[in-house]
């Protein structure tokens, strides 16, 4: 094919197309009229020789090949833009740049406070926007609007960058008066109330079905594989809910391990060891193809790993043992505090 005749261009129209799988919505994206949209259709179904776009009970759905194209454009798209941008050189100290941050109420409780306080003396006039998950879609955050965020992921969009921040196990809050303090073991628990306590996806959320333990998380999943069900009567999307919570004598709180040592000094609560096995979790941060090259946000990227090196550095020296499960050493493959390339993962 002769690259000279091809409008590159076209690239930038297919990316809204698939983006959003409508011809209407692209066009009022792009500021153009819906026939010269489908016109432009038309010029990339011949010059890809594939439909790309076809009608379906559902609206327009893609085609295999659109979908193999999809992560190629969104990542070619980027780095022309870069390509394109004019160098410049960042320099917190005097920006007064907006980053916007999705995170979970987990990453809020352990996270932030350290990477708020770092901020205060490095960029003290940059500014952060922190969104719950309810407040971002994975569009949000392709589009660039979006800067970074950092959740429990079961899976982000093949086109994303993302890094680990760290790994985290799993601790219980009981009141100090609690009547299993001196007898947690698995038959107790399961005697006892509970509080839930999860916000991780992306989207809105709904309530739950006390009903149906699918779907509860790790901490459900794990007493289902030993066809055990916890009695559960508090549900909550907070994490600060819980040491409140368990102030009441007949209530356990199951939460990761760097939420539950906040409480560490509380003389009113205990923090015991769960009496069956939960896997670790990971925190992960992810951002958009879209802000890969872009200097503020990769000066961004590296102090919040800069960060999360010192928690878990400290962790390392008050909590050995548990450090290093969470930081990943005690695995035959630890994985590396870098971003990842999300072609090679």
Known sequence: MDLQRVDLNLLVH??????????????????ITQPAMSNILRRLRKLFNDPLLIRSSEGMTPTERALELQPRVRELLADLTQLLEPRTEFRPYTSSRVFRIMTSD????????????????????????FLTPSDVSYRDMEQGRVDLAINRFNEVPQSFHQVLIWRDTFSCLLSADSPYVNRFNLKNYLKAQHVWVSKT???????????KSGGLGSIDAALQRLGQKRQISVFTRHYQMPAMLTANKDLIATLPTRVARMQANNDDIVIKEPPFFIPE????????????????HRWLRQLIQHVSRQIIAEDRIKYPLQTA??????HTQPIDLVEIDPDRQ
């Open 281 to 296: 979790f990971e925190l992960t941060m992810a951002w958009s193809p879209l802000l890969q090259h872009h200097p503020a």
């Open 14 to 31: 297919l990316d809204v197309l698939l983006r959003e799988k409508n011809v209407t919505r692209a066009s009022e994206q792009l500021g």
């Open 106 to 129: 987990y990453a809020e409780a352990t996270l932030v406070p350290r990477l708020v306080k770092a901020l205060r003396s490095e960029a003290p006039n940059v500014i952060l926007d």
């Open 201 to 211: 996806g992306m989207g809105v959320g709904f309530g739950v079905n006390p009903e």
């Open 325 to 330: 499960i969470q930081d990943g050493s005690l």
